[in-house]
């Protein structure tokens, strides 16, 4: 009886022992052997934590845990200062960590892709990042010279992805030069519950500040990622790309579900192509060139600049924006640039996709309050006003690629000319004419199709009070442009201009010679001038040519500029100042010459013939006749002669201006 007595004793204490040994075994298993087992292959995936412990069977705790894997095509980091959480033990065995309930306390992870990944399988490449960074100093280009093409400026790719201790990218040598193929590990998540995130850095992208996230995810090097029923609440961190800085003060909640798939199939953004969720924050806005990623198709027109406050409320369904999806910023110092010129004002953007015609589509605004538009480097502004506006439509929904095809309005108001002098930039450099003074209005209407890049649209100038100087005469005068662009292509920057008017009013001819006295000079002269048929080749030697329908009120301003050292007897001026007279011409313009060939004018029993070309100096020659009068003018090296006999018989053995 009393030995029976002690072996039940002796039973009772192993069974009492026993769950104290196994839980002993089991936290030396999780303290030593779990990481020799995990990290046996340390270029893969390592497994570190200060200590871990359990005391609930299946319940463990650990500090200070840190994952840290690598792929044929990317490379993580995840970091948990503590956490308890259910491990599913058996599944070590089968190469997989699987923890099926969580609780963490402060977190990071950081994400970036291998500069060696190779080429994906199965689905074409989608655009990778090759927006980078869009930098601020764009605004500080130099300015173009008249008549050259403006062409998009090259994109700067630098690598701003997170650093990740352990792994150099690309890393030397691989791992796959290393190991031979094994079956890689498999990390689940399931009811995961994370407070207190210090970091998320996703690429280039990286916010830093108070988050929390629940959800499940499956992650398996180079062969699975899925994440269910994910909730992050950002609490007023930040969101930068790069080195710009984007939002600041994030407030809202991320639903996210991404639908199992293999993420060797997807480069850059390409994984966005599967997510599905709700975005629901509101945030200040540092920085808008993020646009810039989806408007890659109109490279001649970016988005910078922008503080202000920026609401989304968006809905995505498999990659795509759901119809009702907005996001809206009312921001200060937007930056808006086309080919050379720079739009900057404060002003309101938005993004809304809606249904046209039962389809959805994506349309983006940008509309400025108050607003200055220069030439890039110029100080004075062009043009200032309220309520310019660029809108683009396209049908293209999808969150993870560019706009493929985008039509944009640009939409100019009647806005101010402060000083019609910076339209010196426009001006060949030889030809001699020199805006000095005045003011003036401008609006216009231009539209463009990405899709070839083609355009059309007007532009109406008023000049104002305008002074300009040619050599020592001086024109002033009220000028207005009707600029018309039937079709236009803003890659090959050649433009089709027909229909185009300029009309010259209240115009006065001053001469400074101290000969002249006033000869010969004009006061309220008229012109006007259409061009039934013209071209622009920007970047080209000639840049314009076309065709000229004229009506003057006389001839006087031509005989000025023919007699500028030279004042004409009387009986010449009277010859000339019949009124009105018209005609045609044909015009050249380049870089350093302007050339007016086959000037014909006429007026009953009137007729003038003119050719001229100005590179410098103005060489020319005039024939003009009056019923049986007739004289001949030329010009060479600022010196002009009248010829009176055989007048047309001169003019014809004149040879034309070269």
Not at 36 to 65: C, S, Y
Not at 160 to 187: C, H
Not at 363 to 374: C, K, N, P, R
Not at 413 to 431: S, W
């Amino acid at each position: 009886m009393r030995r029976a007595m002690s072996v039940l004793l002796r039973v009772a204490g192993l069974l009492v022992l026993l769950p104290i040994a196994l839980l002993l075994a089991v936290n030396v298993f999780l303290n030593i052997w779990l990481p020799v087992v995990v990290n046996r292959q340390p270029e893969r995936i390592k497994l570190t934590f200060d200590v871990a412990w359990m005391l609930v069977p299946g319940e463990v705790e650990v500090h200070n845990l840190e994952i840290r894997q690598q792929s044929p095509n990317d490379q993580w980091l995840m970091k948990i200062d503590n956490a308890t959480a259910t491990f599913a033990l058996r599944d070590f065995l089968d190469h997989t960590i699987h923890i099926t309930t969580a609780e963490a306390h402060g977190a990071s992870f950081l994400w970036r892709a291998r500069l060696d990944a190779p080429p994906p399988k199965g689905p074409p490449s989608l655009p990778s990042e090759a927006d980078a960074i869009v930098g601020q100093a764009d605004a500080a280009a130099p300015a173009a010279p008249a008549g050259t093409q403006i062409v998009a400026d090259p994109v700067v790719i630098e690598d701003w992805s997170p650093p990740i201790p352990g792994f150099t990218n690309p890393p030397t040598p691989s791992p796959e030069d290393i190991y031979p193929s094994a079956k890689p590990w498999r990390v689940a998540l399931h009811d995961v519950q994370v407070d207190r995130i210090r970091e998320l850095w996703i690429g280039d992208y990286k916010y830093t500040g108070a988050a929390t996230a629940s959800g499940n995810l499956t992650l398996e090097a180079n062969k699975w990622l899925e994440v269910e029923q994910a909730l992050v609440t950002l609490d007023g961190g930040g969101v930068t790309r790069g080195s710009v800085s984007m939002l600041t003060g994030v407030q809202g909640q991320i639903e996210l579900d991404l639908v199992g798939t293999n993420p060797v199939a997807f480069e850059g953004r390409g994984l966005f192509g599967a997510i599905s969720g709700k975005v629901g924050l509101t945030a200040g806005v540092a920085n808008l060139s993020f646009l810039d990623f989806y408007l890659q198709s109109a490279p001649w027109l970016h988005l910078t600049g922008g503080v202000g406050e920026l609401v989304v409320d968006v809905n995505v369904e498999d990659g795509t924006f759901q119809n009702g999806s907005k996001v809206a910023a009312d921001v200060n110092d937007i930056v808006a640039r086309f080919l050379s010129y720079s739009v900057v004002g404060d002003g309101a953007v938005r993004l809304d996709v809606s249904l046209a015609d039962g389809v959805p589509q994506t349309a983006i605004g940008v509309e400025f309050l108050d607003f200055a538009i220069s030439l890039d480097g110029d100080a004075t502004p062009h043009v200032k006003g309220q309520g310019f506006a660029v809108s683009a439509t396209t049908a293209d929904v999808a969150l993870n690629r560019p706009f493929t095809s985008l039509d944009i309005v640009l939409e100019l108001p009647e806005a101010e000319i402060p000083d019609v002098g910076v339209y010196n930039a426009y001006m060949p450099q030889d030809l001699g004419l020199v805006l000095k003074t005045g003011t003036g209005t401008v609006r216009g209407h231009l539209e463009v199709s990405t899709a070839q890049s083609l355009c059309h649209g007007e532009l109406f100038l008023d000049g104002r009070a305008v002074l300009a100087t040619l050599d020592e005469l001086t024109l002033s005068g009220d000028v207005a442009v009707h600029a018309v662009v039937p079709s236009g292509n803003l890659e090959t920057g050649k433009y089709d201009i027909s229909g185009t008017s300029l009309e010259l009013r209240k115009i006065r001819v001053i001469s400074g010679g101290s000969t002249r006295e006033g000869k010969d000079d004009s006061k309220a002269w008229w012109a006007q001038i259409k061009l039934p048929k013209g071209s622009v080749a920007v970047g080209a030697p000639i840049f314009l040519d076309g065709t000229l329908d004229v009506k003057f009120r006389d001839t006087v301003p031509f005989i000025t500029v023919f007699s500028e050292k030279q004042p004409l007897p009387g009986w010449i001026r009277g010859l000339l100042g019949v009124e009105p007279v018209s005609g045609k011409a044909r015009i050249r313009l380049g870089d350093d010459v302007l050339r007016v060939t086959d000037f014909q004018l006429f007026a009953g029993q009137f007729e003038v013939l003119l050719e001229l070309r100005r590179r410098k100096e103005m060489v020319g020659k005039l024939y003009a006749r009056f019923g049986k009068l007739s004289l001949g003018m030329g010009m060479e090296n600022k010196k002009s002669h009248i010829q009176v006999f055989n007048a047309k018989k001169w003019y014809d053995a004149e040879p034309s201006p070269d």
